[in-house]
């Protein structure tokens, strides 16, 4: 649905590359920055949450729990609303009868949506940093911390699937050990590769 609105093209975008989706039968209220206010982010923040492992935090921060429109929100007058990131809450205002949401000023409120509402702000929230756990070690570090997994850590280098395997959202991998590859090696004709 944001497609169709002209002066969020940048922040639509950033959902389609973030492949973020909304649980079925969940009511949010869409708080998204224009593409000025993503464009008035220096280009240092904008690199930064455009990476992979921050931009879903980002992109969740943006979206409040439930479905309201301005009237409720305005109800809601100095109390923190959660967002789809549990850590993170911002603090709904109502400044000379204009709402704001985190000092973000709303633009256009009270467009709706399959699920919810959407409304045009004026500033990207960005969550604090503290609420962004660490970035997990690559798959290449995790394998290096199990000496019995050298060999599959060589393997999968030569097969150059590293990159293309960090880059899924998510994966589980089965590492056999190197005496497991030894053995497979040794029972086939790729014994002398070992």
Known sequence: ELLRIPEVSIFSQWLTDSKFRIHSGSNVTALIPSDTAIMALNQENRKFWKDSYTMPFLIRAHFLHEAYISDQLKQHANQ?????????????????????????????????????????????????????????????????????????????QKSGL?????????????????????????????????
Do not use: C, H, M
Not at 111 to 121: E, R, T
Not at 147 to 154: H, T
Not at 176 to 193: E, H, M, R, V, W
């Open 162 to 194: 590293v990159q293309e395997i960090e880059a899924s959202q998510r994966y589980t991998i089965f590492v056999p050990d190197n005496s497991a590859i030894k053995k497979f090696y040794n029972q086939t004709d790729l014994g002398n590769l070992v």
């Open 80 to 156: 923190e609303i959660a967002t789809l990131d549990p850590r993170t809450k911002w603090e709904i205002r109502v400044i000379e009868g204009n709402l704001t949401v985190n000092n973000a000023s709303v633009i256009t409120q009270d467009i709706p949506a399959s699920n919810g509402f959407i409304f045009i702000i004026g500033q990207v929230l960005i969550p604090p940093l503290g609420n962004i756990p660490p970035r997990q070690p690559g798959l290449l570090k995790k394998l290096e911390q199990v000496p019995a997994w050298e060999r599959f850590k060589l393997e999968i």
